[in-house]
């Protein structure tokens, strides 16, 4: 592009620089509210100049949306618009994007106060943290700016955050992570359960007298939370899919055709392979949730050239954040050298190949359970960093000398948590966990157990998975 087209680009996608009532013709302002959906998750609330943000999240889940009303509140808080830019970088070169920033500041250099530049996927423009980094050393403007850059790869987070070192004004949490909401959200936006307790607990916190009071608290909801678990597990929280639950009672086939564009045109892009290869990978993987993975078999199950081949492609899902990793625990790290599990981000990504295609079978309940049970401990002992939630080394599965599994352990967790999706008996899981650890919690479908007495507790996953929410 040259300087022309790049200023016109910066007019036409930054258009509350002319005009106030921009908001009312913002397509993702427009199309959040058209769903029936109170939901706001506010990952770049405390942003200031001269900050340094990098938010990361899969594609469809809101990254956009945030950055428009991110300039909403700026705006409200008095910033002065004319300094204050948004791009797409979808189809930039860094060239692109260096010149883009210069032809910013050639507009704005009359005025004062520092500039907001918010610069939508950026992790599409090859060699941005390098451009991100120069930008910062040599643009005095640019270096006490608040920039916002948003991707939906975590391709080169470890180049980027050596780049991006000692330029980010200061700012200690500046990687930020954008997720398909968690359950209690999902909860909010279903509606009816408004008088719940909002009291949230971690991990560790569990087995305490505090934790059984909390879930005392909830058990006259326990029915309510059971139900719409089950609705979680079916819908997942990509937040157009919770809104289309919502309005019409179900998922729109539109939505998933676009979460399956996702997966094939963006996150396995680099590998040629059909829409059945692809359909037969999710397929596969989907069946071996809470399995460790022998990529061997995947590749000869689905046609792949070899077990490298197959880990590629499982990188390349969980690089896009549509899929994370479970390492095997060995001296309270993850051990690299142990198969790992695998499990989807959301459960509608874990039911693409059964939604596009009924012939392949939908994932168990159970699986999908453990799935997000697992999300959910992640979740709470990562802060929302996407350096920990790639590299996955908080929460762990664990593999005794008797060759028995235990779901998920860790360091950060501190007790140990079994997934048995059941409304019977659960106790004979639950020896292995008591052999091990002498005490741990059993993630059930109903049946409740708690007390000082009791070295196992048995949670419902629903209400479980409220008390780690946010």
Not at 18 to 26: F, N, V
Not at 73 to 92: E, H, I, N, W
Not at 204 to 211: E, F, P, Q, S
Not at 456 to 468: D, F, K, Q
Request: proline residues 6%; charged residues 25%; hydrophobic residues 40%.
């Amino acid at each position: 592009m040259n300087d022309s087209q790049l200023r016109r680009l910066l007019a036409e996608r930054s258009p509350w620089r002319a005009r106030a009532d921009w908001e009312a013709d913002d397509p993702d302002l427009r199309a959040a509210g058209r769903l029936p959906l109170d939901y706001e998750p506010e990952p770049l609330a405390d942003i200031h100049a001269p900050g340094l943000y990098v938010l990361r999240g899969p594609r469809r889940v809101g990254k956009s949306l945030e950055l428009k009303r991110t300039v909403s509140r700026l705006l409200a808080q008095g910033v002065d618009p004319k300094t204050m830019f948004y791009c797409s970088c979808d189809g930039l070169s860094k060239q692109d994007l260096r010149r883009l920033v210069a032809q910013g500041h050639s507009v704005t250099r009359t005025l004062s106060g520092p500039r907001h530049w918010l610069l939508d996927e950026v992790t599409a423009v090859s060699g941005w943290s390098q451009t991100i980094k120069e930008l910062r050393d040599q643009d005095t403007t640019f270096r006490e700016a608040c920039v916002v850059l948003t991707g939906s790869s975590a391709r080169d987070l470890e180049q980027a955050r050596k780049d991006l070192a000692d330029r980010r004004g200061g700012v200690a949490d500046s990687d930020r992570l954008l997720l398909p909401m968690d359950f209690r959200a999902f909860c909010r936006a279903l509606g009816g359960l408004d008088e719940l307790p909002s009291q949230t607990v971690r991990p560790k916190d569990l087995l305490t007298v505090g934790a059984e009071r909390a879930i005392a608290a909830l058990e006259p909801w326990s029915d309510a939370l059971a139900n719409a678990w089950e609705l979680f597990l079916d819908v997942g929280g990509f937040p157009r899919a919770v809104g289309e639950l919502v309005g019409s009672g179900a998922v729109s086939d539109g939505f998933v055709q676009g979460l399956w564009d996702v997966v094939l045109g963006d996150a396995i892009r680099a590998a040629p392979m059909s829409e059945a290869d692809v359909a037969a990978l999710l397929d596969r993987l989907a069946l071996n949730l809470c399995s460790p993975i022998n990529a061997s078999r995947v590749a000869r199950d689905v046609g792949l050239p070899g077990h490298q081949a197959a880990l590629n492609r499982i990188e390349d899902l969980i690089r896009a954040f549509l899929a994370w990793r479970c390492h095997r625990i060995r001296d309270g790290r993850p051990n690299t050298a142990a198969q790992r599990k695998l499990y989807f981000v959301d459960p509608l990504v874990a039911q693409l190949a059964h939604r596009r295609d009924p012939r392949f079978p939908a994932p168990d309940a159970a699986k999908l359970t453990q799935q997000q049970i697992g999300l959910a401990l992640t979740r709470a002992v990562s802060l929302h960093a996407p350096v920990a939630f790639v590299q996955t080394d908080r929460v762990m599965y664990e593999r005794t000398a008797t060759g028995a599994e235990i779901d998920f352990v860790g360091p950060d967790l501190e007790i140990p948590f079994e997934c048995k999706y059941t409304d019977g008996n659960w106790r004979k899981e639950a020896l292995t966990m008591k052999a091990r650890h002498g005490r741990g919690v059993m993630v059930t479908r109903s049946p409740l157990l708690t007390g000082a007495e009791e070295p196992i507790w048995a949670i419902p996953a629903g209400v479980l998975a409220w008390l780690l929410g946010q």
